[in-house]
């Protein structure tokens, strides 16, 4: 437990919270501020950063669990879809520096939006990025 994580405190019950789920793994919740109706957090009970600080094998035992959990979660609130955004680090929007998924139920005309300023993939700088990051993914296998 980190000592002023809000998550860290929410996970041992210091502070209340809206429980959808617990393991010994991972707590859902409600979300304290929704930006869609049936707005729920999934985080893992012990503190990890970010997806960059967490061990692949409580990663897998966090991501098994989320199926289920939005599947739930877009029935009650009778939506077709949902996102499952996880914001990595403080310049992605991660407010709370301890790792969760947001599972945000979607439907048609509900009003919310991710800004999404889609640019052109250009040939030349395309084949550069694409051969420095495949470097970078075989350095770290
Ligand atoms: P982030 O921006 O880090 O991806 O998202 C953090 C989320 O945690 C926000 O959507 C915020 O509303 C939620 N949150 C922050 N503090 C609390 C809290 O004390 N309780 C609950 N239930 N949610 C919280
Ligand atoms: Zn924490």
Redesign the pocket.
Known sequence: ??ED????KI?AGEIPCFKVYEDDLVLSFLDIGPVVAGHTLV?PKR??RNLLDVPAEALSGISRRLPMLARAVISVVQAPACHLLLNNGVEAMQSV??LHYHILPRRQGDGFGVPWPAGRLEATTARQMAAEIAAAVAKAH
Do not use: G, S
């Open positions: 437990m980190k994580c809000i998550f860290c996970a985080i503190h990890y520096q301890h």
